[in-house]
């Protein structure tokens, strides 16, 4: 598929990035402010979301904005707070990039632990479905709006020891092709991106061994996050795509 999109593609849009301090999440606010996104940066390290934020600024891109939160703890009444707040300071949201996520523990399936369990399904699926439920009132209110997941190769094909991080990603990609089909005949457009393997902290801790220099930045892959949220992709809809060939 071809990405070009324009420079100033995403000019006048809010989009909201989760995990933003970090890895993928970090870089794609910063790609998407460079195309003309005021960018809205979701995470629990407000120490890291102040260096995306700072170095944002320093391209003199729109002037992002910090949205401390921990999708571990956060309630249903905490994303209707965002959402109002997100309403009252812009006055409308047109994407949603939900990217934060937790590896958990890899092991054999009878080794996984509840708690492990537990976790990994609040960040990674049902912080996800309170945030999206949040969020939908200002979204329909766009133009054009986008939500965006983020899977894995795990998350269409299980794999021996990634339970509760596999079962996390199927679930992902089932949420974004339920509200695909729900909201077809609407403003909004919904796809997953399987990063495929990516030079972060997730992917050092999955893997320990690896040379980090043989994978691609994160850098690398945002044609397909920016390509997914701007104009250009607007036909796009109820699909994960691989932003890499081979991960
Ligand atoms: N890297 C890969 O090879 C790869 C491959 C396939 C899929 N993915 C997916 O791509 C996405 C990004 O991964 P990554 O490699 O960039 O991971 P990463 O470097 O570990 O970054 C994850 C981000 O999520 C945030 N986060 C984790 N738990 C959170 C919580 N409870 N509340 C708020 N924020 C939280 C982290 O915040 P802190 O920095 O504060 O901890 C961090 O900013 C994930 O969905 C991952 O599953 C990655």
Request: aromatic share 6%.
């Amino acid at each position: 598929m071809n990405y070009s999109v324009s420079s100033n593609t995403l000019k006048d849009r809010v989009i909201l990035v989760t995990g933003a301090g970090d890895g993928i999440g970090k870089q794609a606010a910063i790609s998407y402010a460079q195309y003309g996104a005021t960018v809205i940066l979701l995470g629990r390290t407000v120490r890291k979301l102040e260096q995306t934020y700072d170095e944002i600024v320093s391209l003199d891109a729109p002037k992002p904005a910090i949205i401390p939160l921990d999708l571990h703890g956060a309630t249903q009444q905490d994303y209707r707070d965002m959402a109002q707040t997100i309403r009252d300071q812009f006055g409308h949201l047109d994407g949603v990039l939900h990217n934060a996520s937790l590896l958990g523990t890899l092991c054999p399936f009878e080794q996984i632990e509840l708690s492990t369990y537990d976790d990994v399904m609040q960040v990674n699926v049902r912080s996800q479905l309170m945030m999206t439920q949040a969020l939908l009132p200002l979204l329909h209110q766009s133009d054009d709006a986008r939500i965006v997941f983020t899977s894995s190769t795990v998350g269409h094909q299980g794999r021996a020891y990634w339970g509760t991080y596999a079962i996390s990603k199927f679930a992902t990609e089932g949420m974004m092709q339920i509200l695909a089909d729900e909201l077809s005949e609407t403003n909004i457009r919904v796809n997953a991106i399987n990063p495929g393997g990516t030079r972060t902290g997730m992917r050092a801790q999955a893997f320990p061994a690896e040379d980090p220099e043989t994978l691609k930045t994160p850098f690398d892959i945002m044609p397909l996050y920016i390509y997914l949220m701007a104009p250009e992709g607007q036909a796009v809809h109820g699909e994960c795509i691989a932003a890499q060939t081979k991960d």
